[in-house]
């Protein structure tokens, strides 16, 4: 299954530590080989949000691309990363790649997911798309994730014609994604900037660091960080992960079919089922290679 990686946070932050375990799981401490990408929302001086992409159809852990990532320490406050591990689409193909994105109400949203959707959700989907009936959006490229963020893009425009309260927004986006999860296998990441919506079908997990802030050990590399060193009492900065990156850190898991949003580092919206369910991650795994999905 591919892995994702994100974060949310209330002040440029730069994701170099996290990306640097987490680029090792492309090919170097796991065998997610088939390329990477990495969007970063960066706001200018004068509030406007912009976004950055990288994208290489090479193995992260030896990708000159994701040296770069690693090099430029760009501060942002909403990063979604991917490393794929190939079950649709080709190998090479870097319009396979995620994150994928989609203008919505001039925003741009960014999506990433890892899971596997069903054989009958991509026919039928696709075909919707082939014979020109989706409304607003279509797959660039050949994946059941681009195809599964066109729907619920396009179940979004239909639903609402012009943009609701975000209250509205992050409860129909959660019933969609249940939706998508009963269809196959879906964890997701979305964000417009402002808010990183995580959704777990069955891996995902998140910490916040705040003050007082500690030292962190990547599970994937040598590495660790005192970020007592690196950051302000006023810090506060959420990492969203398929699987923990660190060993000495209190990670929180995602229930199964839960949905959180955070905003500035906090959580600004949850829904949970009335019960919760939690995968180990063996468990979860299992999952995925049921359904076919890369592991």
């Known amino acids: 299954m591919c892995q994702l990686l994100g974060m949310n946070c209330n002040t440029p932050t730069d994701i170099g530590f996290s990306f640097t375990g987490f680029r090792n799981r492309g090919g170097l401490t796991d065998h997610h080989e088939d390329g ?11 509030g406007r949000i912009g976004l ?15 040296d770069l990532v690693n090099n430029y320490p760009i501060k942002a406050m909403n990063v979604i990363a991917h490393i794929r591990k190939a079950t649709t689409g080709e190998k090479s193909n870097l319009a396979n790649l995620h994150p994928f994105v989609r203008e919505v109400w001039g925003e741009q949203w960014v999506f990433a997911h890892n899971g596997q959707m069903s054989q009958s959700f991509i026919a039928r989907t696709a075909r919707l798309c082939a014979n020109g009936n989706a409304e607003h959006y ?21 639903t609402f ?4 309260t975000d209250e509205a927004l992050f409860a129909f986006l959660t019933a969609q994604c249940r939706y998508l999860s009963a269809n196959g296998l879906f964890n997701c990441l979305i964000s417009n900037g402002n808010w990183q919506l995580a959704y777990a079908g069955s891996l995902l997990f998140y910490l916040t660091r705040k003050a007082p802030f500690g030292e ?7 590495m660790s960080v005192n970020f007592s060193e ?5 810090d506060k900065v959420t990492i ?10 209190k990670w929180q898991q995602i229930a199964v079919d839960e ?11 949850k829904d949970t089922p009335s019960k919760k369910t939690y995968l180990t991650i063996d468990e979860g795994l299992a999952i995925a290679r049921a359904v076919g999905a890369s592991v």
């Not at 014609?161 to 609701?164: A, H």
């Open 240 to 249: 969203i992960t398929t699987i923990p990156l660190t060993n000495n850190e």
């Open 36 to 46: 990477f990408g990495i969007a970063f929302f960066e706001k200018s001086e004068s």
């Open 230 to 234: 690196l950051t302000t009492n006023k």
């Open 161 to 164: 014609k012009t943009r609701p």
């Open 52 to 66: 950055r992409q990288f994208h290489d159809n090479k193995p992260s852990y030896l990708s000159p691309v994701a």
């Open 259 to 269: 949905c959180v949003v955070f905003q500035n580092g906090d959580v600004i919206f």
């Open 216 to 222: 962190a050990e990547l599970s994937d590399g040598e």
């Open 138 to 158: 279509s797959p660039v490229g050949a994946t059941d994730s681009e195809l599964a963020f066109c729907y619920l893009l396009n179940r979004l425009k239909t």
